[in-house]
């Protein structure tokens, strides 16, 4: 019956202070999934558990023990989780929040007509192109976090989108080929991009720096990208740092476009 009561005074904040939480769970869970520090962090999660049940117990001796490890935890946490904690405040710093619009994006039953106006179809067409010819290329699209930190990396552009001046970008004598271009709303942004590159081991080895760069891109942004291999002609999609699975061109079309929403 306490619980039935408790339920009941369950307010729209506690509702709020839930869902918040999952979330931050869920972007805890993003940033180490498929790293060393999953493993770290259900250890920690394991030694937090058996610290409650001590606790619970009265067993101060070992309860004590725990308990002094987990309050200087919070420094070791920093230390062992450098490099996501880094990629943590990327992912804030680097939000787009003029993009009123994509606030919700993830929520699926808040997801309204696409307001994005790239041209996937010319897109796609100049891939195909560049795959017929070996053509190497890597085009990364602009989603929610802006990406102008990576932009300056490269060259500015600001070209609208269309097949020919794709495939002229990534023209193997091409002075702008090297490198990758990002897009956003149809609009070129920069070329010759320099992309962080992932250097998991357990990447497939037919993955080339074009396709370790597109990995990289997508696990520190909420980015997606497009690599056509150089070696093998293959056309890649990447989002949230994994390889999409795709069938036709048609298929990637429309996983890009819902993406994009």
């Known amino acids: 019956m306490e619980i039935f009561r408790d339920l009941l005074k ?20 993003k940033l180490v999934k498929g790293t060393v520090a999953i493993n770290i962090f259900i250890g ?16 101060q001796l070992l309860s004590n023990i725990l308990g ?13 989780f450098q490099q996501e904690l880094r990629k943590f405040l990327l992912m804030i710093g680097s939000t787009n929040f003029s993009k009123s619009s994509h606030l919700f994006k993830q929520l699926k039953f808040l997801k309204t007509e696409s ?16 795959a017929s ?31 020919p001046i794709i495939e002229s970008i990534f023209f193997k004598n091409s002075p702008l080929h090297d490198g990758a271009i990002i897009i956003a709303d149809n609009i070129i942004k920069a070329t010759r991009v320099i992309l962080p590159v992932n250097n998991d081991k357990n990447l497939p080895q037919r993955f080339g720096l074009r396709h370790r760069a597109a990995v990289g891109v997508c696990e520190k942004t909420d980015a997606l990208a497009l690599v056509v291999s150089e070696e093998t002609g293959q056309i890649s999609y990447f989002k949230n740092g994994e390889f ?10 429309e996983l890009i476009k819902n993406d994009l929403v």
């Open 244 to 253: 999409i699975m795709f069938e036709t061109i048609t298929e990637l079309k």
């Open 10 to 29: 369950f307010t729209l904040i506690d509702i709020i202070d839930v869902f918040l939480v999952a979330l931050l769970l869920y972007y805890v869970y």
């Open 133 to 163: 010819t070996n053509t190497g290329a890597l085009i990364v699209f602009e989603r929610n976090n802006n990406l102008d930190f990576l932009a300056h990396t490269g060259d500015d552009m600001n070209i609208k989108v269309t097949e």
């Open 44 to 59: 920690i999660v394991i030694i937090y558990i058996i610290w409650k049940v001590t606790e619970a117990l009265h067993m």
């Open 68 to 80: 002094g490890f987990i309050s200087v935890g919070m420094f070791a946490l920093i230390v062992v």
């Open 115 to 130: 307001s994005d106006n790239t041209n996937i179809d010319a897109i796609l067409s100049a891939c195909t192109k560049m």
